[in-house]
């Protein structure tokens, strides 16, 4: 499957301006014959935590997904977007640093759309950086889910997320062999996609695509680096600083390769992991 992947500036709380770039990237990646398009983390409204949680109406929220539903439909490709989310009552109270009402809590979510506008998978991120989004939103519990997207199965983490080995292969002990991964990565953080990433990738041995802002948004300076790594870690395609559109073919073969070369997944020793935790 040829996946692609945006990388892009977007303009904080400018949902018409930033629906509009990436309506042209599905269009673009359409065109050249992708099945998915995988977008940075919040992107339809920007990344601005605590201008989010302020000023963000989240009774718009449920157009700006069918907008995006739309933009999928009209160009019959697969869309990943990352959207706040109001939290239920319940995981309201998961994060002991998140001081706002239940009523105003909020996740930050990802959202998996097949080519008719479907979705088909939604995932709420579980580990918050930085002081902003510990104050904005509201860390989830849930384990990544898996799906067959296109006969590849399929999973999604958020940004920091995938730099938590246990998150990674969370997904890939419940069968992915491909994760996909909205982040926000600040300039500074070079390590991450050029190293992490691909660590990531091949010690669980799935592609991961990892879909980042570039230039300045709000109060942040984005990395971009936006890369695709193989399940043996190999880098299948990788970004500069610039927006930019990436392509990667990415499937099961290498995978099971991967997987049957060196069987990490299935020499795992959980159950002595646990006794070695202090």
């Known amino acids: 499957m040829l996946l692609s992947v945006l990388q892009a500036n977007a303009s904080v709380m400018d949902v018409e301006a930033n629906l509009r770039t990436i309506d042209d990237a599905a269009q673009r990646a359409a065109q050249a014959g992708a099945r998915l398009l995988l977008t940075p983390e919040l992107f339809p409204v920007g990344y601005a935590p605590l201008r989010l949680h302020a000023e963000l109406d ?48 909020w996740h930050i979510t990802a959202t998996l759309l097949d080519g008719s506008g479907n979705e088909v998978l939604n995932y709420a991120k579980v580990h918050l950086f930085g002081a902003e989004e510990h104050k904005a939103f509201v860390g989830a519990q849930a384990p990544p889910a898996v799906v067959d997207f296109n006969g590849i199965r399929t999973s999604m983490l958020i940004c920091y997320d995938v730099e938590f080995p246990e998150a990674v292969r969370a997904a890939a002990t419940r069968g992915a062999e491909l994760l996909l991964v909205p982040t926000a990565l600040s300039a500074g953080f070079d390590n991450v996609p050029q190293v992490l990433i691909r660590a990531r990738a091949l010690e669980s041995q799935l592609n991961v695509a990892y879909a980042n802002h570039s230039g300045h948004e709000d109060v942040y300076n984005f990395l971009g680096g936006s890369v695709v ?22 499937g099961t073969e290498t995978v099971k390769a991967a997987r049957d070369e060196v069987p990490y997944l299935r020499e795992r020793r959980p159950e002595l992991y646990r006794k070695w935790e202090g």
């Open 229 to 250: 790594a193989g399940p043996d870690g190999s880098l299948l395609a990788a970004a500069g600083e610039s927006p930019t559109l990436l392509f990667a073919e990415v």
């Open 58 to 105: 989240p009774n718009t929220l449920p157009e700006i997904r069918e907008r995006l539903a739309d933009i999928s439909r009209r160009h019959s490709i697969g869309l990943v977007y990352s959207l706040p989310a109001v939290a239920n009552a319940e995981s309201a109270h998961d994060d002991a640093a998140q001081p706002a009402h239940a009523e105003s809590a």
